[in-house]
Every structure is written in structure tokens, then in C-alpha cells.
């Protein structure tokens, strides 16, 4: 009989022990449980490094939240009691999808949230079910999305549709905006995806302060906002990574340096 091998990611113990014992009586599931992103995350390595690599991973769509947080997202700075960054449910499906995209994830949800759920489907999950439903409908699910199935409760699917929809509309609008900019303006805004502030960007461009704030000021303008935050937001549903600090290679004086 061919097993299927289930993590369990949810920061409330008491549920995730039970939901683990639950899964782990059926004659051909193997279940683990995480208590946090980090701990997942470790869980995914060894598996891989024991040649035991997940099927599925079960995420608690409110993992590491902060109360008070804008849309339920967790606070860049915050830490777990352990000293670990915290790391929210939607980007932790996102991580384990671009490193390990064998394992299949299923977002576990308080209440419907068609913005959430869609969210979670842009990351790579395979479906968000309802964290009381039956026993037997997630082991459906589980199942379904090793069969390559999305599963959403019908409920939601309306919701998450229109959510998918107006997030492919603000991504074409965003996109238009980013190729308004020149290419050294675009080559700013990646080094402000990236965290760098002005003056390492002038450092990093070999251009004065004064031409970087210049620079700064022109993608805020052309992209409609009126903050880095809000620019490196929208840069980011326009596809635009960050510059690669490590690799990138960038023109001095007509030159390569």
C-alpha cells in the first residue's frame, strides 16, 4: 500500500495534535507536525536529506499572525519565543513552492475568506478547506490534490474567482506603469524591492545620492505612490524582483564594472 506522508503546520498545538492523530489512524497516511514556518521548514529539509519527502503539507491559513496586523499578515520584525522570524501561512506555501514544488499544500481556514484563499492559490497552494470539516472531506482533499486537483469549498469558488480576476486587473495596470519607467529608473526600483536605502543604491549604481533621490522621486511619481512601501508593493504584483546583490553587474561610466 502506497503511504501518504502529511505535515501538519499549525502554531495552536492542541490542534495540531489532534488533527496529526486523527490523520495518522488511517492505515496508509504517515503524519508530522509543525508548530511554526521554521519548524516546517526543518521538517522539509530532512525529509529530503532522509530520502522521505513529503506528499502533502496541511498549513493553518492564520500560522504566525500578529494580532492587530494589517489583513491578518505578520510584522516584518517579529520573532517566534524561540528567536525565529516568524513566518505567515501564504508565505510559507509560497517558500515550499518554489523549493520543493513535489509537495502539495492545502491551506486549512478559521472562516471563508475568499481574499485569503485566493491568495493562497497565487502561492502555489492546492486548495483551503475549512479547519471543521469533516475527517473524511480532508482526507478527500488530500487525495484530490495529489491527483493534481484544486479544491475549494463551493461556497468560495464565486469569491476567489472574482479575486483572481481583479488581481490579474491590477497586475496588467501595475505592469504598464513599471515599463513607463526608463531602464536606470527600473534598475532602482529593483534595488528598492531588495531593502537598499538611497545611499546604498548610489553606492551600488556609482551615482550620487542627489541623482538616486532624483530617481527615487521619478518611480514614485510615475507609479502613482507616495511611499517606498507602497512602490516596492506595487513593483512586486508587476512581477519585478529584487536586484541580485550578490550578482548583478552594473554600468559605470559606459562601462561594465
Known sequence: MARIR????????IFAESLAAALAAEPDVDVSAAGSGPAALRCLDRSVAEARRYDV????????????SPGGLTVAQAVTDHGEPVVDGISLVAGVRSAQPAVRTVV??????????ALALQAGASGWVAKDCSLQRLLAVIRGVLRDETHLPPALLTGVLRELTAARKHRTESEQLVESLTPREREVLRCM????????????????PHTVRTHMQNVLGKLGVHSTLAAVALARRAGVGPADLAGDVVERGGQLA
Not at 57 to 68: E, F, Q, R, S
Not at 108 to 117: Q, T, W, Y
Not at 193 to 208: D, Q, W
Open 6 to 13: 502529511v505535515l501538519v503546520v499549525d502554531d495552536h498545538r
Open 108 to 117: 486549512l481556514g478559521e472562516k471563508d475568506d475568499p481574499h485569503r484563499a
Open 57 to 68: 503539507m496541511l498549513v493553518d491559513a492564520d500560522l504566525g499572525t500578529v494580532a492587530g
Open 193 to 208: 524591492v531588495a531593502g537598499l536605502g538611497r545611499k546604498a543604491v548610489a553606492e551600488r549604481l556609482f551615482l550620487s
